[in-house]
């Protein structure tokens, strides 16, 4: 008789969806090929903050493809947090019995951004492996300052090599330095793989995100197949810092805040807690209704209100507390009907209180048959009545330690479904009210 309600409750929940915020700016197209395009970036001179964040969409490519400026740079995703995902070359260098096959020392000029030290590495995977990386650091003099970092990896049999661990046999792994927005690599070998060539026929070099990095046996000769890899790249805007742009109200937008960059120079934006959108965009950052949102849990046990940048919990009435989970919650204020449901389920009525039980089911019953203003909520007998079967099958315990659950699911579908509306059809307040008086073992 309850419980389609809850079912009710679940559908309504599942087509409620995370709410649209604006990405680009009016007018502007949002995507290349599969890629979103977010502001500041843009695919025109108008829908781009500026010349930094022109994007070229390629649509010789199926799906097209986006590249920064007019560079050859592609990528596959830019996110607000102030990072571009693209797939970068990897160096080879590879031999048979005849001598060297096949090598290639790939390089990257970003001149407006740099490689993200926080998010990648730098790898050499062989067994008779020489690799190096040579860049520049943005952040350095006028002449740009080199940078040089190398690594080393040997082994003359297979077995020598962990299957899971990079750490100078078969694969060397090292950090970045932050500011590196040009780099090449090149990768040698002392001896030409003789000797291993049926395990280990190339040597390789790449930077790499490290999270979607895991060294096993099998790529020393896996890599053969694999032409690039996921690597990081940090962007911020311009060349000043929030401190030096703070009095440029062009710098972050409405609801959000300034901060300065792990990595780099310029600076970025960020919605405020509690907003969320794009924080580069004139209105970009929209309060986030956390009652509704599905990627948003709010910690509200029972009822939750949005509020412009948060939200409050509240209880039903009958219930108290701070309705919030881990906290207070909302419990359920003993009534009556509980009360004498308890006594009656428990089979503990005795001499001493066989009385006072008659008189309190007396004015039970009186309450259950008031009409019109007096009557008791739908919600509050369907509490009470679940209150009650509670108590009926589990005697020995007391009322507030089972129910939580249940409680939860009734009043949530309640408040969704506007269930007081519902109970306006006399028929299921009707059939409440008699499984009530039947379970109390009275009749009328
Ligand atoms: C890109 O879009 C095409 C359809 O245009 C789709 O088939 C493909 O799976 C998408 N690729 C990715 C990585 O999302
Ligand atoms: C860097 O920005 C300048 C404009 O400031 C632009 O001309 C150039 O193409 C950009 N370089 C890259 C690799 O995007
Ligand atoms: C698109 O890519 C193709 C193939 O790389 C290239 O030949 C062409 O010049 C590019 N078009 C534009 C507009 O950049
Ligand atoms: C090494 O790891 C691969 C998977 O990456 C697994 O197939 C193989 O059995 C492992 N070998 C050993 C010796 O643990
Ligand atoms: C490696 O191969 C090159 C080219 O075939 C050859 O000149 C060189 O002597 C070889 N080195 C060793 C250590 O075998
Ligand atoms: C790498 O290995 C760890 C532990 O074995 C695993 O949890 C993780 O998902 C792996 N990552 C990738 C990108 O394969
Ligand atoms: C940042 O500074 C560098 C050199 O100091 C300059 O080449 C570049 O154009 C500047 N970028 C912007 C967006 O002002
Ligand atoms: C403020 O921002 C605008 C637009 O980017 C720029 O033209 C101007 O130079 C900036 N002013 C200062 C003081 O940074
Ligand atoms: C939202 O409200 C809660 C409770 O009043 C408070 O603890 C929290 O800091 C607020 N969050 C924001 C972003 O204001
Ligand atoms: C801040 O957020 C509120 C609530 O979503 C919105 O009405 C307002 O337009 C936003 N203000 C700005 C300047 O973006
Ligand atoms: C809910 O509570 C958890 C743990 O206390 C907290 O991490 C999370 O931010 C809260 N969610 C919201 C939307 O306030």
Known sequence: MLFPFTLVAALLAATLSAQEFPIAKPGCQDRCGNVTIPFPFGLTDDCCYDAEFLIT???TFSPPKPFLSDSNIDFTEITLEGKLHLEQYIAKDCYDASGPTDSNTPSLTLSNFSISDADNIFVS????????LYGNLEAAGSDGSEYEVGCTSLCNRLEYVPNDTCSGIGCCQTSLAKGVNYFYLTVTSQKNHSGILDFSPCSYAFIIEEKKFNFSRSDLWELQ???SLPMVVDWSIGNNSCAEVKANTSACQGNSTCHDPH???GYLCRCLDGYRGNPYLSDGCLDIDECTDATVNHNCTHICTNTVGN?????P???HGDGRKNSEGCNRRRSLVIQIAVGIGGCMVNQDNMRQVEEVANIAR???KIRGEERPSMKEVAMELEGLRTS???PWTNDESNVEETEYLLGKSMEIVGFEKMAGTSAGYQSLQNYLMQSLGGGR
């Open 317 to 319: 009435k009958g219930y």
């Open 225 to 227: 197949k694999i032409d």
């Open 366 to 368: 009186k309450c259950i």
């Open 263 to 265: 990595n780099g120079n």
């Open 125 to 132: 995977i062989g067994c008779d492996t020489v690799a190096s």
């Open 57 to 59: 969409c390629n649509h």
């Open 392 to 394: 009926v099958k589990y």
């Open 311 to 315: 939200y409050t919990c509240s209880c």
